[in-house]
């Protein structure tokens, strides 16, 4: 079931029941990327799946990555009454995750980052302007095999033909100007010195293969949190919820489940 959160301008599905637990998808997917592990979580929570300002339904906001944090805390305040939420970020969505609490100290009970950081190397923040500047001048169907290769391993795609060729449409259907903005935030972000601000229990997972937030970023972001875990997903990539979606159940057990 979808519903409209913060003024109507977030849209989310919502299923399960209990404390709520939300999830917010990677820049190179969308909010289909954890179907396979909702069902297994909406036993245990009331599962809201938001899709990401600018994204699907979801009004684009102005402001930067600031304002994109502030929306989605507008979002899971008005869906958990506001009381304090358990958060799940993958990808993008665990930088605006952790951006969101740092902001907003209150609005997380705990809190999970999938393949993400507090920063890029220069190399990674080159990757986002090389793929700002391209989608620019030649579209977004110009980086989808650079995309899909940020998301999964080669071997992986090949396994997988009909699964690709979702992800590579569901890829073509993100708002272009919504996606350089992205790029050029994630480009220029630096969390490392407000990591000490969060002040509930984190954690920190990390595909083995991941070459969009290579696992070295994740050892620096467990390292700067006062209190986290983290966990390696052997075998899996940028997405482990839809790479290997009982992997990456079974790494939440102990924390969530």
């Given at each position: ?170 890829f073509l259907r993100t708002d272009p100007d919504v996606f350089r903005a992205a790029c050029e935030a994630l480009a ?70």
């Amino acid at each position: 079931m979808d519903r409209l959160l913060a003024n109507g301008t977030v849209n989310a599905a919502q299923s399960g029941e209990g404390s709520p637990l939300f999830l917010f998808h990677s820049l190179l997917s969308d909010r289909a990327s954890f179907d396979a592990i909702v069902p297994a979580l909406r036993g245990s929570f009331r599962a809201i799946v938001p899709e990401l300002p600018g994204f699907g339904r979801s009004r684009a906001v102005e402001g930067g990555f600031a304002a994109v944090a502030d929306r989605m805390a507008e979002a899971v305040r008005d869906a958990a009454g506001g009381a304090p939420a358990i958060v799940l970020g993958n990808g993008y969505g665990g930088f605006v995750a952790l951006q969101m609490v740092i902001r907003h100290p209150k609005i997380a009970s705990r809190l999970v980052l999938a393949d993400c950081g507090a920063a890029f190397s220069e190399p990674g923040r080159e990757a986002f302007r090389n793929m700002a500047k391209v989608s620019r001048a030649k579209g977004l169907e110009a980086i989808t095999d650079v995309a899909m290769r940020r998301l999964f391993a080669p071997e992986f795609q090949e396994r997988h033909p009909d699964l690709m060729q979702d992800r590579r449409a569901a890829f073509l259907r993100t708002d272009p100007d919504v996606f350089r903005a992205a790029c050029e935030a994630l480009a220029g972000l630096d969390l490392r010195t407000e990591l000490v601000a969060v002040n509930v229990p984190v954690l920190v997972l990390v595909g083995e293969h991941d070459e969009a937030t290579p696992p070295p970023m994740s050892h620096e972001l467990a390292a700067g949190l006062p209190h986290a875990e983290l966990k390696i997903i052997p075998g899996c990539a940028h997405v482990p919820q839809l790479q290997a979606p009982q992997q990456f159940l079974g790494a939440l057990r102990g924390f969530l489940l």
